[in-house]
Nanobody
Framework: VQLVESGGGLVQPGGSLRLSCAAS????????MNWYRQVPGKERDLVAG????????NYADSVKGRFIISRDNAENTVWLQMNSLKPEDTAVYYC???????????????WGQGTQVTVSS
């Protein structure tokens, strides 16, 4: 199983970045996909999520109206379009795949290695 993030980097405040996460080794279309972010010394926080069909999305209040999550099950890829970036968006961004098993009441999780996003002038 692999989740490989790309697209991070340095951007000025107000700028945009598009993160990509390429998945392999599991049935992508059966997993909800999420983006998390983490800064040193703090917990990893959910930024955005999209269900397996792409029909439902959710966002942290701090990014609503600025970030857009999308996916293509044919390409096994999920994206995070980040607009109007702020210095407080600086973090390592992680791709996450999640599938809840209703029979066992457990959740299978896969994580990528993370990509650094730095918003600074």
């Amino acid at each position: 199983v692999q989740l490989v993030e790309s697209g991070g980097g340095l951007v000025q405040p107000g700028g945009s970045l598009r993160l990509s996460c390429a998945a392999s080794g599991f049935t992508f279309s059966t997993y909800d996909m999420n983006w998390y972010r983490q800064v040193p010394g703090k917990e990893r926080d959910l930024v955005a999520g999209i269900d397996r069909n792409g029909g439902s999305t959710n966002y942290a209040d701090s990014v609503k109206g600025r970030f857009i999550i999308s996916r293509d099950n044919a390409e096994n890829t999920v994206w995070l379009q980040m607009n109007s970036l702020k210095p407080e968006d600086t973090a390592v961004y992680y791709c996450n795949a999640a599938r809840f098993n209703y029979a066992t009441h457990t959740t299978r999780l896969y994580w990528g290695q993370g990509t650094q996003v730095t918003v600074s002038s």
